[in-house]
């Protein structure tokens, strides 16, 4: 190790902790700088090594991004799935996702960030929108399943558009995710939750 305290290629039994270290340094950066202040050398010194040994795990800084964005898609909706699981009813599942959601925000604020960026980014960058395929779609996918399964169990009544009902509930936590982000208080994000909780069954509003 030289006098920067910096390290080279890591030893084979570290490369998958060293790549989960460049993510989430990546992620911290992307959230926060953006994606054009952001460069590999910087997070490199966030790690703690070259920046030449960034390259041993990405060829450049879009597929950097690209890597952040499905690792934090994938660990966000199977976060998702598994909240939802524990639920019998749509509501219920819902709002357990939506509890997940703000858990995830208090455990690590980038993941959010990160989340709420990528739409502004891929505008102004469209050159990373073909390397976000692997995870893209997801979001879509999950709703449309949730209303789906609750359709099939007869939870909704029949002239329910299922489509219209999925792309509510997806805003919704979308939504409330950027609200979080560009206010800094993740307890506004459970106040929220709260409020919807009560409004779902019926003892937010008081009756005539």
């Known amino acids: 190790m030289g006098s920067s305290g910096r390290v080279g290629r890591p030893p084979a039994g570290n490369s998958d902790e060293t790549r989960r270290s460049i993510l989430r340094a990546a992620r911290e950066r992307f959230a926060r700088d953006g994606y054009r202040a952001t460069t590999n050398k910087l997070i490199a010194a966030d790690v703690g090594i070259t920046t030449t040994a960034i390259y041993h795990y990405v060829d450049s800084k879009a597929a950097l991004y690209a890597a952040v964005y499905c690792d934090v898609i994938d660990l966000v909706y199977t976060e998702f799935e598994q909240a939802a699981?524990?639920?019998?009813?749509?509501?219920?599942?819902?709002?357990?996702?939506?509890?997940?959601?703000?858990q995830l925000q208090l455990d690590d604020s980038s993941i959010a960030g990160f989340i709420v960026a990528v739409a502004q980014e891929t505008q102004r960058h469209p050159d990373l929108i073909e390397l976000l395929t692997p995870q893209r779609g997801r979001h879509e996918r999950f709703f449309t399943d949730l209303v789906a399964d609750?359709?099939?169990?007869?939870?909704?009544?029949?002239?329910?558009?299922?489509?219209?009902?999925?792309?509510?509930l997806g805003a919704v936590l979308t939504g409330l995710a950027r609200m979080t982000n560009v206010a800094g208080d993740p307890s506004r994000y459970t106040a929220a939750v709260d409020a919807l909780e009560r409004f779902f069954d019926g003892t937010l509003v008081a009756p005539r």
């Open 85 to 102: 699981a524990q639920e019998a009813h749509l509501l219920a599942r819902f709002t357990a996702v939506l509890r997940r959601a703000n």
């Open 150 to 168: 609750a359709a099939e169990a007869g939870e909704l009544q029949p002239d329910v558009d299922q489509t219209g009902l999925a792309d509510l």
